[in-house]
């Protein structure tokens, strides 16, 4: 079995040190912020003026340009947009980026896909949690963690597995576990997984549930709940328990469908399918396709974004979730609607 780390393991003196500047406020950065804040480390924020600039401010921290940020730090963690680090890296972080200081990264994309070359005399690293940034903040708060990789791309320092051990901890991430993998590793697998499975793979399922039900004349609050809000709670149980752990808990009437008939719907074909998604990501079509949306403004992000939000049941589920304020906790209402908007 794989070496995973957790937080006995770890000795984190070696980031004790060091100033680490957060670049960006987002999913991820808000979370790293916070959480090594209050593991104990000094952590300065970088960004541009705007919304996620008040909010650093307000949550008390000192926030300053990207390039100050990025100067008066040791370790220097990117967590931008994938799509618009190449030029912040570019213009604010290159040019402070001094031999011996570490960059790192929590997805390896912009590095593996040759969009970001760092110079040979800096420590190169990543650490990956395994979950969305929101749930790396609230977990943490709740005294767990979400699970992370952490990889070394150059080691000029001799220290960067350590830096990477230490902040994973300081994140939360070895209350869950820690692994050592690969930039390249990382990128595929990160890549797959939000296309085929978590992301694409569940929103397609979720969709399609929805449809066959209410194109063959059945409600749409029941088919709402019955193909999304009910995931989470069968999520939560594999989550808990494995596969083995749902099905304790589902009626066998339930297994014996599970057994049956899941097959015929994710069978040898949608596997096919899957490798060929793999192949892609693997070969570096994806990463063009990406890139070069980016560069053409996103015309097709934005198309297929504007039409999924209009889907019924999107807009069964905004009526649904009003009636049941529970199941919201970070994300505000308006920061939905705001999100949906653009
Ligand atoms: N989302 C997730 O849970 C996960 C993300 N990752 C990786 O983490 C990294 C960050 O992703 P994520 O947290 O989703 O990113 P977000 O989209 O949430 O990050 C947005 C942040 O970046 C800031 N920003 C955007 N453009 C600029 C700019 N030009 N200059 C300065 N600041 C800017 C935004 O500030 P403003 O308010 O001014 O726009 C905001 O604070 C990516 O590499 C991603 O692949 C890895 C694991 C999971
Ligand atoms: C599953 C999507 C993810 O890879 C993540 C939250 O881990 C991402 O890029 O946001
Ligand atoms: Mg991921
Ligand atoms: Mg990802």
């Known amino acids: 079995m794989a070496k995973v780390y957790y937080d006995s393991d770890i000795q984190d ?3 004790r040190n060091k100033k680490i500047a957060i670049i960006g406020y987002g999913s991820q950065g808000h979370a790293h912020a916070q959480n090594l804040r209050e593991s104990g480390f000094d952590v300065v924020v970088g960004l541009r003026k705007g919304k996620s600039w008040e909010q650093a401010e307000q949550d008390g921290f000192a926030v300053k340009s990207v390039k100050e940020a990025s100067e008066e730090a040791d370790v220097i963690m990117v967590l931008l947009p994938d799509e618009r680090q190449t030029q912040v890296y570019k213009e604010e972080i290159e040019p402070v980026l001094y031999p011996g200081k570490a960059i790192a990264f929590a997805h390896g994309f912009n590095v593996h896909f040759n969009q970001i070359v760092p110079p040979e ?7 990956a949690p395994k979950g969305p940034g929101h749930l790396v903040r609230r977990t943490y708060v709740e005294g767990a963690g979400v699970p992370a990789l952490i990889g070394i791309y150059q080691d000029v320092t001799g220290e960067a597995k350590d830096v990477a051990l230490a902040y994973s901890k300081g994140i939360g991430g070895s209350r869950a576990g820690v692994l050592e993998t690969t930039f390249k590793e990382e990128t595929e697998t990160d890549l797959f997984g939000e296309q085929a499975v978590l992301c694409g793979g569940l929103t397609s399922l979720i969709k399609a549930g929805f449809e066959t039900l209410t194109e063959a004349g059945y409600q749409p609050e029941v088919a709402y709940f019955e193909c999304l809000h009910e995931m989470k709670l069968i999520v939560d149980l594999v989550y808990e328990g494995g596969l083995k752990g749902m099905r304790y808990s589902i009626s066998d009437t339930a297994q014996w469908g599970d057994f049956v008939s899941g097959p015929r719907v994710v069978n040898e074909d949608t596997k096919k399918r899957m490798g060929e998604l793999l192949k892609e990501i693997q070969s570096g079509q994806f990463a063009k396709g990406w890139v070069l949306e980016n560069q ?9 974004n504007a039409s999924e939000n209009q889907h019924p049941i999107e807009v069964v589920g905004e009526e649904l979730r009003k009636l049941m304020p529970f199941v919201k906790k970070e994300k505000k209402e308006e920061e939905v609607a705001a999100y949906a908007k653009n």
């Open 121 to 127: 005399n800096v420590d190169v690293f990543l650490v």
């Open 13 to 15: 003196e070696v980031l």
């Open 296 to 304: 053409a403004n996103r015309p097709v992000f934005n198309a297929i």
